[in-house]
T-cell receptor
């Protein structure tokens, strides 16, 4: 079974600081990768996703993530955070088999980001 | 607007009582899911359903039950057998393609507190 690790549970940054949130997964095959974000009081929403192609993917609100297959990683980055980026961020992985029946999206433990104004 | 509606948003329950959380979607999605969110543990899958009148256990199904009598509805019952029911519960849905690719849409969640 696949598992997903997010190394930082809590991150506190000042506005304009750069952000990198780590995500590693354990599955040797082909995967689809996601970052979801949950802003305070709002529903979980998709930030960005990687299925194939360019391993550097760009999402909404200036976020990007890089898939490094050799490291089983999919780290989330943003060059300059804003107070409005305060939220909880979840990495998620699903294995891509020929027959995906019964295979489910697996989430990491989440990282709470607080951006100080 | 199309989306997923969960109710109630907040719910308090006494120990020993069953409680049912509602989830309705008007996205015409075939697949629906229930996740439990606990601090530091991310989201864990309780049950999922890919077709009406059929559902499968997820990783932490013990103490929970579901039904899928209509395509748009997937209620979750937290029974008294669930040893630690206080949590945030998220409902999600997807197309069948989305179920394979991992693209889910989420509701706003229901927070259950057992007193």
């Amino acid at each position: 079974a696949q598992s997903v690790s997010q190394h930082n549970h809590h991150v506190i940054l000042s506005e304009a600081a750069s952000l990198e949130l780590g995500c590693n997964y354990s599955y040797g095959g082909t995967v689809n990768l996601f970052w979801y974000v949950q802003y305070p009081g709002q529903h979980l929403q998709l930030l960005l996703k990687y299925f194939s192609g360019d391993p550097l993917v760009k999402g909404i609100k200036g976020f990007e993530a890089e898939f490094i297959k050799s490291k089983f990683s999919f780290n989330l980055r943003k060059p300059s955070v804003q107070w409005s980026d305060t939220a909880e961020y979840f990495c998620a992985v699903i294995a891509r088999w020929l027959d995906n029946a019964g295979n489910m999206l697996t989430f990491g433990g989440g990282t709470r980001l607080m951006v100080k104004p | 607007d199309g989306g997923i509606t969960q109710s109630p948003k907040y719910l308090f329950r006494k120990e020993g009582q069953n409680v049912t959380l509602s989830c309705e979607q008007n996205l015409n999605h075939d697949a629906m899911y229930w996740y439990r969110q606990d601090p530091g543990q991310g989201l864990r899958l309780i049950y999922y359903s890919q077709i009406v009148n059929d559902f499968q256990k997820g990783d932490i199904a013990e103490g929970y039950s579901v039904s899928r009598e209509k395509k748009e509805s997937f209620p979750l019952t937290v029974t008294s057998a669930q040893k630690n029911p206080t949590a945030f519960y998220l409902c999600a849905s997807s197309t069948l393609t989305g179920a394979r690719t991992g693209e889910l849409f989420f509701g706003e969640g229901s927070r259950l507190t057992v007193l």
